[in-house]
């Protein structure tokens, strides 16, 4: 059983660019997590999806963010016209249900320059 | 506002002695624990967790205690081996269980010395 894939691992970005992460859970696994991690701090949580739906984008940025779960495929996390302040280590998390302990990928690191 | 607070950013213990990383936290709706560890370049694993119903959960060589009083909760790891070498993050939830809103710690990065 293969576990949390994100790809790409690392991810290099002009500003004003658009970057794209995908995560696939876990098998069997329908809600999916994203967090960021800015150097020198925890991890922060930026949204929650089940399929087709976003549950709670409460840690979210407003703007220029927006993330996707469909029905067939990867969750996708975007963001648009990136800037320096984006550059982090981006991590995805699945679980069955909402009871249970969730399961990270291995991160993309995300650099804008 | 920080509301969970890992106070040490690391930790350096000997090896086969006991290393204990400590976690305070604010919020009073927090009703469940984790603590990830994670290697550098890799996301976070899931360790041990406790319930606040609970006020101690042992697994192994790893053990968390949970003070509802003091907002503040433990992991023990004894004996410390080499392997144990990473950063252990404190999680904190409101919802029973689940990653929704997981709350993290900055983190403390433990180093087992031989």
């Known amino acids: 059983n293969a576990g949390v894939m994100q790809n790409p691992r690392h991810l290099v970005r002009r500003r004003g660019q658009e970057a794209r992460l995908r995560c696939s859970p876990m098998?069997?696994?329908?809600?999916v997590y994203w967090y960021r991690q800015l150097p020198e701090e925890g991890l922060k949580f930026m949204v929650y999806?089940?399929?087709?739906?976003?549950?709670?984008e409460s840690g979210m940025p407003k703007e220029r963010f927006s993330a996707e779960f469909p029905k067939e495929g990867p969750s996708i996390l975007r963001i648009q016209q990136v800037v320096r302040g984006d550059s982090a280590a981006y991590f995805c998390?699945?679980?069955?249900?909402?009871?249970?302990?969730?399961?990270f990928g291995q991160g993309t690191r995300l650099t804008v320059v | 506002d920080q509301q969970v607070k890992q106070n040490s950013p690391s930790l350096s213990v000997q090896e086969g002695r006991i290393s204990i990383l400590n976690c305070d936290y604010t919020?009073?709706?927090?009703?469940?624990f984790l603590w990830y560890k994670k290697y550098p370049a890799e996301g976070p694993t899931f360790l041990i967790s406790?319930?606040?119903?609970?006020d101690k959960n042992e697994d192994g060589r790893f053990t968390v205690f949970l003070n509802k009083s003091a907002k503040h909760l433990s992991l023990h790891i004894v004996p410390s081996q080499p392997g144990d070498s990473a950063v252990y993050f404190c999680?904190?939830?409101?919802?029973?269980?689940?990653?929704?809103?997981?709350?993290f710690g900055k983190g403390t990065h433990l180093i087992i010395q031989p």
């Open positions: 406790i319930s606040s119903i609970k």
């Open positions: 999680a904190a939830s409101g919802s029973g269980g689940g990653a929704d809103g997981l709350t």
């Open positions: 919020n009073s709706m927090f009703d469940y």
């Open positions: 998390a699945s679980t069955p249900g909402v009871w249970t302990e969730a399961f």
């Open positions: 999806l089940q399929k087709e739906n976003i549950i709670d």
């Open positions: 098998k069997g696994h329908s809600h």
